[in-house]
């Protein structure tokens, strides 16, 4: 058997890993994370099912569940309990927008549920600008620790040195940017 | 008096020649298999990585990931499903797409992909850390019965600009399927890159149009035959593609126009991040390189248990031997060491023989390693890495070598001159 044939079996068992990448598929317990970085500019996406977050993805009915949904935001706009970037790479954050399914009548982001498929996710996305890009060497991950219900991130990145994907668990929450591997 | 305990080491070694010879050389052979499997393994990950660079997005049909990055970067495996050129078109033309290079694949000349392009690829197309490519002689295609040449189909084919060449359809493995009555003129030689374009021959897309004039479903039609002067009266701009790299304004937007385009109604697409379906690849073929990694650690220790063999049976032919060292006034601590020394001798030879023999090896297939399958051998002695490797059989070694060393001990301590064989 070849190289060449064993790749072509190779890439037919990589066909389930690849499918995540198309498209949003909503699995519970697993969310994206993004990080792109052009010059100075770092932007830091979170794309997850709200039930990994919160537990439940319908309009909240109990106050407990009102409170839940209140905390993952509160959560998700203190960047650096979620995603905390290298204080070598000097970065201050510029932007943040979270988008939350349910949110308090007049947001202008609330209608975010998908009521045809029953699921409903939250994003969010963080801009920081940072003084020494190229001192971004990895990311310290705290989604996991705010969001006991998430299991598993699968974190893109694209910066100058290159573009790469890890698969980031509760127990190894630390990023490696494609730099620094 | 201290006995020189190295030189009974050499001694002792000596006198059982050959049985020690076959031990290094197996451990050697397990030696070199070990760090073969992780030598190929680092370095196809460098070669790989190394294809493509500065590309943001790769366009293709929507399949897997892994099999559009495979084929269309890699030459590995054939695409299911083609793209229109309207789509291609309507990307390129896209706000933050700032370069587009199409790529049509599926035929062949004596071996080698053909691939359709645009002169876009000479200029945008950059491998291993952002460089770009270059001509080692000629120049870009220009008419459309020119073609380009990687460096790797110039040497093997002794092509040089001006050399008339004919392309196959499909993988060429049927003469009936060539395109002879429209030969090709090499303009140009790509410089080496240690990349699939090294053996690709690049032609416009408006050619690969041309060669299928007359032809049909994947043979020629019967009766058919437009010569080469006359294709110029036919539409030759390109219905279909089979994927295309895309370098956009800004980095920031990749992921926005991937999500985009895999969202996209119409034409189902898939846009990858050649970076990021790389390490979903390795993360599948990870589990093999450890299964193998697996495999050769127990060669290694199938080596040492061989040595450790060939010591513990050497031993009840050696308790007069130990008798007279311990009469001439050796400790049993000496025994010890003697044969901890021994065996430890014998594992360190066998790793630099191992070590040499890979080196031996690895500098006779890279060259058909580099032209076969696009992997990049370096040759070299040790690196870190494998530094590490060594100490751990060394170390396994030292460890392994206790059993037959404390039997020595024991013998040594329980046998007097009358020992009986």
Request: net charge neutral.
């Amino acid at each position: 058997m070849t190289t060449r044939q064993m790749l072509s079996g190779l890439c037919l068992m990589a066909f389930s890993l690849g499918a995540s990448a198309a498209g949003g598929a909503h699995e519970h317990g697993v969310a994206r994370l993004s990080l792109v970085q052009d010059n100075t500019t770092v932007t830091l996406g979170f794309d997850s099912p709200l039930d990994s977050l919160v537990g439940f993805e319908h309009a909240p009915r109990t106050e407990a569940q009102k409170k839940a949904l209140t905390q993952a935001r509160v959560t998700l706009e203190g960047a650096v309990q979620a995603v905390d970037l290298p204080a070598a790479a000097a970065c201050t954050r510029t932007s943040v927008d979270i988008e939350l399914p349910f949110g308090e009548p007049g947001d202008k982001h609330a209608a975010h549920a998908d009521d045809h498929s029953g699921h409903s996710d939250a994003e969010a996305e963080y801009v920081f600008d940072c003084a020494h890009p190229a001192a971004l060497t990895q990311v310290t991950v705290g989604l996991f620790k705010a969001f006991p219900r998430l299991k598993r991130l699968d974190a893109e990145a694209a910066t100058a040195a290159g573009q790469g994907k890890v698969v980031l668990r509760p127990a190894q929450a630390t990023w490696l940017l494609p730099a620094a591997r | 008096m201290r006995l020189p305990l190295w030189h009974l080491t050499v001694a002792s070694i000596r006198n059982r020649g050959l049985a020690t010879v076959l031990t290094v050389v197996a451990i050697a052979l397990s030696v070199s298999l070990l760090l073969g499997v992780e030598r190929l393994r680092n370095d196809a990950r460098a070669s790989f990585a190394n294809t493509l660079s500065g590309t943001d997005l790769i366009v293709g049909a929507r399949s897997g990931a892994v099999q559009l990055l495979l084929y269309s970067v890699f030459h590995i495996g054939d695409a299911t499903h083609d793209v229109s050129w309207s789509r291609i078109d309507a990307l390129r033309s896209h706000k933050d797409v700032a370069w587009l290079v199409p790529l049509s694949l599926g035929d062949s000349h004596r071996g080698f992909r053909v691939v359709g392009t645009t002169a876009d690829f000479f200029a945008h197309v950059q491998t291993g850390n952002r460089q770009p490519l270059r001509f080692s002689a000629g120049r870009a295609f220009d008419g459309v019965f020119d073609a380009v040449v990687g460096a790797e189909v110039a040497a093997s084919l002794g092509y040089a600009p001006g050399a008339k060449i004919v392309l196959s359809h499909g993988a060429g493995e049927f003469a009936a399927a060539e395109h002879g009555d429209k030969p090709f003129t090499v303009t140009g030689v790509l410089a080496r890159t240690g990349t699939p374009v090294d053996r690709s021959v690049l032609v416009g897309l408006a050619a690969i149009e041309a060669i299928h004039l007359d032809w049909q479903g994947g043979s020629r039609i019967p009766g058919v035959e437009i010569p080469a002067q006359f294709v110029g009266k036919f539409d030759l701009s390109p219905k279909r593609v089979t994927a295309a790299l895309i370098g956009l304004e800004r980095r920031s937007t990749v992921f926005r126009v991937q999500r985009e385009i895999n969202t996209s109604d119409g034409e189902p697409l898939l846009a990858i991040l050649p970076g990021v379906t790389l390490d979903e690849l390795w993360r599948v073929v990870g589990v093999v390189e450890r299964v193998l990694l697996a495999v050769s650690a127990f060669v290694v220790a199938v080596g040492l248990a061989g040595l450790v063999a060939t010591l513990v049976s050497s031993l009840s032919a050696r308790r007069r031997e130990l008798a007279i060292l311990r009469a001439l006034g050796a400790g049993p601590g000496d025994v010890f060491v003697l044969l901890m020394t021994e065996s430890v001798l014998l594992a360190v030879a066998g790793c630099v023989l191992g070590v040499a023999c890979l080196w031996a090896l690895s500098a006779g297939i890279a060259p058909w390693l580099m032209a076969e399958h696009g992997v990049q051998l370096v040759p070299r002695f040790v690196d870190q890495s494998e530094l590490v490797w060594l100490v751990g059989v060394v170390a396994a070694a030292l460890l392994a070598s206790v059993i037959p060393a404390w039997r020595a001990y024991r013998y040594s301590l329980a046998d007097g001159m009358t020992v009986r064989m």
